[in-house]
Each structure stands twice: as structure tokens, then as C-alpha cells.
């Protein structure tokens, strides 16, 4: 270790500008017998701790891909983590050893997922998986992690947890199903929370009060939390900030409420002016036309010309860089000044 | 669950009368003359023959004679009397002798199924598309294009004859040595259907949503395998061996007329040559009981294994 004077060791590594998460310029293949479909082609984002981060597209715009390369659960093969870093407190979680990452996993960072019916696993009572991770990991008797089952099952408002403890998942409605879900990602006090879609297979009504709830856990638990979503809706009572992803980049990022006052991509305002409004009536709804490119054949120059309405030749010929916008706003849109100040006069 | 298990004994009763009473009227349709039959090539004289109207009500003709018999038969069988074979033997010991030697045989196939199948189908479902998981594949395909009456034939030559590694015969009283090839001959099969299902089962739960779930919690991958992904693989799979256990106690024809053992098969096997009604009725009656009852056993596990299944 000649270059060790060269080379911080990895305790005194500060993490550069203090991100608590911090992914850098990651590529992700898919590789299947069909070709290779580039899914993430560079996606850059950050977390600080304490704040929320809205990851906002479609699907197949590679969100939930991003937040599975970050717990490190993406299938490897079809799944091909070309380039990038994910940096974790200063440390890259990519160069760490598997075992390394899964200490990571569910201590440091943790996940809940769309679909909490076929996310837990439906042969075991809730109580038991909840109290799985804190058997396995920190040693717990059987006892105590039933208690601290219990007590997390409190947490997230389950009523009655004491006696719904040995419950089966399908038991439950799908609200407190996902609540089990939340409660089991906070066993061991994550100082990160990545939500997958947390209430994408909800009523509306429980919609709200699951976002309610993790809003609060997210406060009260001074987590980060990494929303994913595609419903603009859900995400303005809850974020600090929005991440737009089209066709695995990263279209446009700032903070929600210059985001919904005037977006600076094509693609944001597309959004948002699809959203049915209550002070406009009699008018037809407005769409994105076109659908999603296939990620196997991304468009040349600027993934969404195809569907733009700004569309020129330069958007065909050239990708469009990270345009910054002030107040830490970014958008990858040739136009995006003038896209902002349409928006804004609106 | 108990209101379940309570009809579906009932449902058992019903099923149980229903085929004594078919396998009764088709073993007894074909008969010209059932004295005839019982006394062979040699004659039978008046006393003989009236006697023996007498004895099994032969007096009795047409749809009612044939109920008034078949009532006669059912009466003495619920009070534990399988009657007597053609040849004066108690069906009752005939069965005694010839059921533990089906159920040591039917064993053997089954701990083979199990210890082989379920083990590399497992290993198969973890690794896909490996060597491994091809050559079971290929070897899987041929036990099954096999039938045992080529199979069994074929082990007993090359095994049992050839190499002496095994006994080719068992006779009667059989040891566990005696049965051990007629058991794995028996349990290929069994193995091989087991080794697919686990599989399938496996590679298909390793795909799921919870395994996913698990791995975010920072398990590690042995216990994911071992705890969450067998539980759910298994059910289907232990299904299945709990009806191949039906199947193999009632009795395997084939296996044991070539190995020559004296069990329940085989005894059916030479009922039937023999064209001994009354045996063939007896035997049967009593696979159907082992039958529903492994198959209540088998629904019962089922809800076990699964909390999602719950009868009403």
C-alpha cells in the first residue's frame, strides 16, 4: 500500500458537498436475447439527510431500476451495471463486496415496494417477518423481536397489532398490507427509505393516508426518504425535490414548487398540464402524444423529439446537455429557457 | 376446518359404495355361470349346486337378485368380513400378508422420490440452465418415456442378473435388500415427476416479488433460499408425493409380478387372471378406502402449508 498517502482511507473520506446518497452518472444495461436495452444512461442524483427526493416518470423510464442498483437487488444477468458510482456516506457501494453491501441493505438503506401482497411472503404471519430482519441481523431472541414487531406495527398505526401479530398477509386490506410493509423497512432504522410506488395499488383514499403516514415516519425518524412515483399528485404535499426521468436520463430536476410553477422540459409541462384541473372547465384533456421510445432503439439526439412540441433539427441531431437553470434546477432541453418561460406565463 | 374434514367423510362413504358397487356389477356382469366358475373344469354335482344357490342367493335373478347379493356383500363388509376367494381363503389374510410388503415397496419408491427428486430439483431450480439442470432434464424425460414394463424388466436383467447386485427376484417374505430395486424401479417415476414439479417450482419462486422483499432486508442468500423460497416451492410438490403415496400403496401391478413379490398388486394381477370375483371385489374395495384417505390426508396438508387456503 505505497499510495496510501495518495489515496484517503475510506473512514476519513468526506463526502463531497456532504450528500448523505450520492449516484453519479450511472449507466445500466439490460441484456436479453432480444439485444441490449439501455435502461439507465447516466442518471445522476443526490439525498441529504432529512429530505424527500421525488423520482417522478413513466414506466420502463428506469426509476425503479435506479432504486434497485442502490439496494443492489437488481438481477444480474439480464441486469449489466456499466458504468457509474453510487456513493453511500461517501463510500462507493459499487466497488463494496456482496456481503459488504448486505450489511448495507436494510440497516443503512431500505425499500418498500409496490405491490405489498406479492412483496411479502404469503406462507409466513406478518409479526414473523417483521421481526425476521431483526432475528437475522442483530441477533434478537425470538422474544424481543416479537415485541419490537409489535411495537413497529404500532408505529405505523396497525390497530391492534398485538393480536394481528400472527396474521397472514392476505388477511389484511391492502392499506394495512403496505403499512406492514413500511413497518418491516424500519426494523432497523434506515437512515435511507427508497419507496417504490408505496401506494400505486391503493384506493385514493388510502393513497393519502399511507403518504400521510410516511411523511410523518420520515420526520419523526429523520430519515431521507427516495420517493418513486408517476403520480404528480402524490408527490407535491410530501417532496423537497423532483427528479423527472424520461428514457433513463434524468430530464429536468429542482425543487417542487418552481417545478410545478414553471417547468423547463417539454416532458414536465406535458405532465402537468395533463392533470385534470377543477378551475378549468369544458376543456378537453391534454395529452403526451406518442408513447415511450423502446429502450433497445432510444432516439437519436434528444430521447423525447419524437412527442415534443418544441421539436427543431437540433433536437434530432444533438443530446441535449444538463442545462442549469439556477436555484440548483436542471433541465436536458435545448429550449429549456424558453419552455420555462412559457410555462410561467401561463 | 372440522366441518370440512366431517363432509368430506361423508362425501368418502358415498364415494366408497359407489365403486364397490360398479366394480361388483362389472366383475360379476361377465361371469356366464358363477358355480361353474368356481368349480372349474370339474363337474358339479345337484347337491354342490344347491348348496351353493343357497349360500350366495343365486336363486335371486335380474336387477333385484343382483341388489339382494350386492346388499348381502356390503352388510358383511361393514362388519370387517371381506368374504372368501374363489379358493376358501379369507380375503382378510390374503390382504394381512400382502399389504405389508406393498406398503415397505411403496416406502422405498417414495424416501427414492424424495431423496433424488425434491434434492436435484431444487438444485436444478437454483441453477438454471446450468449442466446440471439439462442433464436432469434429459434423464427425467427418458425415465418418464419409459414405461415399467420395459423398465423393470430391464433392471432385473442388468442389475439383478448380470452385475448380482441385487437380488432379481424377492419371493415371499421379502427382506429390505430383496425390495430395494423393485423400489427405486418403482420410485423413478415418482422421482422423476417430483424432480420436474420442485423445479419449476423452485425456479419460479426465486422470480417472485417476496424473494426480492427478503433480499432488501439484508438476508442472506442461503436463508433466503432455504427458508422462503422452499416453503412456498414445496407445497405444490408435497401435493403431489401425498397422492404418489395413494397410488403406490394401492398396489403396483407391474413392479411386483416381474419382481415376484407377493404384495397387493400382485395379487390383483393373479385375482384377475384367475377370474376370482370375489377376491377382485375384496381388493379393490379395501384401495379404495387407502385411496381417500391419502387424498383427505393430501387436501388437509394443503391447507396446512398454505394459510391462504382455508375450508369452509
Known amino acids: 500500500m505505497t499510495h496510501s498517502a495518495v489515496f484517503p482511507s475510506p473512514a476519513s473520506a468526506t463526502p463531497e458537498g456532504g450528500h448523505l446518497l450520492d449516484v453519479r452518472d450511472l449507466h445500466v444495461e439490460f441484456r436479453t436475447s432480444e439485444g441490449v436495452a439501455k435502461v439507465i444512461n447516466g442518471v445522476s442524483y443526490h439525498l441529504d439527510p432529512g429530505e424527500t427526493l421525488a423520482v417522478l416518470g413513466e414506466s420502463g423510464s428506469g426509476k425503479s431500476v435506479t432504486a434497485q442498483a442502490i439496494m443492489g437487488i437488481l438481477d444480474t444477468p439480464p441486469a449489466v451495471i456499466r458504468s457509474g458510482q453510487i456513493l453511500y456516506q461517501g463510500r462507493d457501494l459499487l466497488t463494496l463486496s456482496e456481503e459488504q453491501r448486505r450489511q448495507v441493505r436494510g440497516k443503512e438503506i431500505a425499500m418498500i415496494f409496490q405491490d405489498a401482497l406479492s412483496a411479502l411472503n404469503p406462507t409466513f404471519p406478518v409479526g414473523w417477518q417483521i421481526g425476521e430482519t431483526l432475528r437475522q441481523r442483530e441477533g434478537m431472541s425470538r422474544g424481543d423481536a416479537r415485541r419490537r414487531a409489535i411495537e413497529l406495527m404500532d408505529l405505523v398505526k396497525i390497530p391492534a397489532a398485538a393480536r394481528?401479530?400472527?396474521?397472514?398477509?392476505?388477511?389484511?386490506?391492502?392499506?394495512?398490507?403496505?403499512?406492514?410493509?413500511?413497518?418491516?423497512?424500519?426494523?432497523?432504522?434506515?437512515?435511507?427509505?427508497?419507496?417504490?410506488?408505496?401506494?400505486?395499488?391503493?384506493?385514493?383514499?388510502?393513497?393519502?393516508?399511507?403518504?400521510?403516514?410516511?411523511?410523518?415516519?420520515?420526520?419523526?425518524?429523520?430519515?431521507?426518504?427516495?420517493?418513486?412515483?408517476?403520480?404528480?399528485?402524490?408527490?407535491?404535499?410530501?417532496?423537497?425535490?423532483?427528479?423527472?426521468?424520461?428514457?433513463?436520463?434524468?430530464?429536468?430536476?429542482?425543487?417542487?414548487?418552481?417545478?410545478?410553477?414553471?417547468?423547463?422540459?417539454p416532458y414536465t409541462k406535458g405532465l402537468l398540464e395533463s392533470i385534470p384541473r377543477m378551475d378549468v372547465r369544458g376543456q378537453e384533456l391534454s395529452t403526451i402524444k406518442g408513447l415511450p421510445p423502446n429502450l433497445m432503439r432510444i432516439p437519436s439526439g434528444c430521447p423525447f423529439h419524437p412527442r415534443c412540441p418544441y421539436v427543431q433539427q437540433v433536437c434530432i441531431d444533438v443530446v441535449p446537455h444538463d442545462l442549469v437553470l439556477g436555484d440548483g434546477r436542471t433541465s436536458a432541453c435545448h429550449f429549456a429557457q424558453e419552455v420555462r418561460d412559457d410555462s410561467s406565463t401561463r | 376446518m372440522f366441518r370440512y374434514i366431517l363432509r368430506r367423510l361423508l362425501q368418502m362413504v358415498l364415494a366408497f359404495f359407489?365403486?364397490?358397487?360398479?366394480?361388483?356389477?362389472?366383475?360379476?356382469?361377465?361371469?356366464?355361470?358363477?358355480?361353474?366358475?368356481?368349480?372349474?373344469?370339474?363337474?358339479?354335482?345337484?347337491?354342490?349346486?344347491?348348496?351353493?344357490?343357497?349360500?350366495?342367493?343365486?336363486?335371486?335373478?335380474?336387477?333385484?337378485?343382483?341388489?339382494?347379493?350386492?346388499?348381502?356383500?356390503?352388510?358383511?363388509?361393514?362388519?370387517?368380513?371381506?368374504?372368501?376367494?374363489?379358493?376358501?381363503?379369507?380375503?382378510?389374510?390374503?390382504?394381512?400378508?400382502?399389504?405389508?410388503?406393498?406398503?415397505?415397496?411403496?416406502?422405498?419408491?417414495?424416501?427414492?422420490?424424495?431423496?433424488?427428486?425434491?434434492?436435484?430439483?431444487?438444485?436444478?431450480?437454483?441453477?438454471?440452465?446450468?449442466?446440471?439442470?439439462?442433464?436432469?432434464?434429459?434423464?427425467?424425460?427418458?425415465?418418464?418415456?419409459?414405461?415399467?414394463?420395459?423398465?423393470?424388466?430391464?433392471?432385473?436383467?442388468?442389475?439383478?442378473?448380470?452385475?448380482?447386485?441385487?437380488?432379481?427376484?424377492?419371493?415371499?417374505?421379502?427382506?429390505?435388500?430383496?425390495?430395494?430395486?423393485?423400489?427405486?424401479?418403482?420410485?423413478?417415476?415418482?422421482?422423476?415427476?417430483?424432480l420436474r414439479l420442485t423445479r419449476t417450482s423452485v425456479a419460479e419462486n426465486l422470480r417472485a416479488d417476496y424473494v426480492r422483499t427478503a433480499k432488501s432486508k439484508g438476508l442472506l442468500r442461503r436463508r433466503i433460499i432455504s427458508v422462503h423460497v422452499l416453503r412456498n416451492s414445496l407445497i405444490p410438490v408435497i401435493t403431489f408425493l401425498g397422492v404418489e403415496l395413494g397410488n403406490l400403496m394401492s398396489g403396483a401391478i407391474i413392479t411386483e409380478g416381474v419382481f415376484n413379490i407377493p404384495g397387493v398388486g400382485f395379487n390383483l394381477f393373479r385375482a384377475i387372471k384367475t377370474e376370482d370375483g370375489p377376491l377382485v371385489v375384496g381388493i379393490v374395495s379395501v384401495l379404495v378406502v387407502v385411496y381417500l384417505v391419502s387424498n383427505l390426508v393430501v387436501d388437509v396438508l394443503y391447507a396446512v402449508l398454505d394459510p391462504r387456503i382455508r375450508y369452509e
Open chain 1, 164 to 265: 394481528r401479530i400472527g396474521d397472514y398477509p392476505h388477511q389484511f386490506s391492502g392499506g394495512m398490507r403496505q403499512r406492514v410493509m413500511i413497518a418491516m423497512s424500519l426494523a432497523m432504522d434506515p437512515k435511507v427509505l427508497i419507496a417504490d410506488e408505496p401506494t400505486t395499488a391503493l384506493d385514493v383514499t388510502v393513497q393519502a393516508q399511507i403518504m400521510d403516514l410516511l411523511a410523518d415516519l420520515r420526520r419523526d425518524l429523520n430519515m431521507a426518504m427516495i420517493l418513486i412515483t408517476h403520480d404528480l399528485g402524490v408527490v407535491a404535499g410530501v417532496a423537497d425535490r423532483i427528479a423527472v426521468m424520461y428514457a433513463g436520463r434524468i430530464i429536468e430536476h429542482a425543487d417542487v414548487r418552481s417545478l410545478y410553477k414553471a417547468p423547463a422540459h
Open chain 2, 18 to 194: 359407489g365403486t364397490t358397487l360398479i366394480v361388483y356389477a362389472l366383475m360379476f356382469a361377465g361371469q356366464g355361470d358363477p358355480i361353474q366358475a368356481l368349480a372349474g373344469e370339474r363337474p358339479v354335482t345337484a347337491a354342490q349346486r344347491a348348496y351353493l344357490t343357497e349360500k350366495y342367493h343365486l336363486d335371486a335373478t335380474g336387477v333385484g337378485g343382483f341388489f339382494y347379493r350386492y346388499f348381502d356383500y356390503v352388510k358383511n363388509l361393514v362388519q370387517g368380513d371381506l368374504g372368501e376367494s374363489l379358493t376358501g381363503r379369507s380375503i382378510g389374510q390374503i390382504l394381512q400378508q400382502a399389504w405389508p410388503v406393498t406398503v415397505k415397496l411403496a416406502l422405498i419408491a417414495l424416501a427414492v422420490a424424495i431423496l433424488f427428486g425434491v434434492t436435484a430439483g431444487v438444485i436444478a431450480g437454483i441453477r438454471r440452465a446450468s449442466i446440471f439442470d439439462n442433464s436432469t432434464l434429459l434423464l427425467t424425460l427418458l425415465v418418464l418415456g419409459i414405461p415399467t414394463i420395459v423398465l423393470a424388466p430391464l433392471a432385473q436383467y442388468f442389475l439383478g442378473v448380470k452385475l448380482q447386485l441385487f437380488p432379481p427376484t424377492a419371493g415371499s417374505n421379502p427382506t429390505f435388500y430383496a425390495l430395494l430395486l423393485p423400489g427405486i424401479v418403482l420410485g423413478s417415476l415418482s422421482l422423476a415427476t417430483a
